[in-house]
């Protein structure tokens, strides 16, 4: 089983920055990628942005290209995503994602940003 330990959520003015923190323990066995989701209240769960845990590929939202970045440090098993240029668009519960090489995934329970004045 893994855990997640998921931080960096808050409260931030339009324009600002926040990074999240996405620390993975437990039974990791093989890493394929990580990723963010995120769901605003009364909508679906959205992909975000993805990396691989191998080489430098990244994915991104057209939504959030140009803005946020998704990084990795694969000896703490952690993924980050700094966020910048805020939008009260950007308001959601995001979620951390791990995707194992045998196709599983395993879902953090997720940390609020609200983008607010």
């Known amino acids: 089983q893994v855990q997640f330990v998921e931080s960096g959520g808050g409260l931030v003015q339009p324009g600002g920055s926040l990074r999240l923190s996405c620390a993975a323990s437990?039974?990791?066995?093989?890493?394929?990628?990580m990723g963010w989701y995120r769901q605003a209240p009364g909508k679906e769960r959205d992909f975000v942005a993805a990396?691989?845990?191998?080489?430098?590929?990244?994915y991104y939202a057209d939504s959030v290209k140009g803005r946020f970045t998704i990084s990795r440090d694969n000896a703490k098993n952690t993924v980050y995503l700094q966020m910048n240029s805020l939008k009260p668009e950007d308001t959601a519960v995001y979620y951390c994602?791990?995707?194992?090489?045998?196709?599983?995934?395993?879902w953090g329970k997720g940390t609020l940003v609200t983008v607010s004045s």
């Open positions: 994602q791990m995707r194992t090489l045998g196709g599983m995934d395993a």
């Open positions: 990396i691989r845990w191998s080489g430098n590929s990244t």
């Open positions: 437990g039974s990791i066995f093989s890493i394929y990628a």
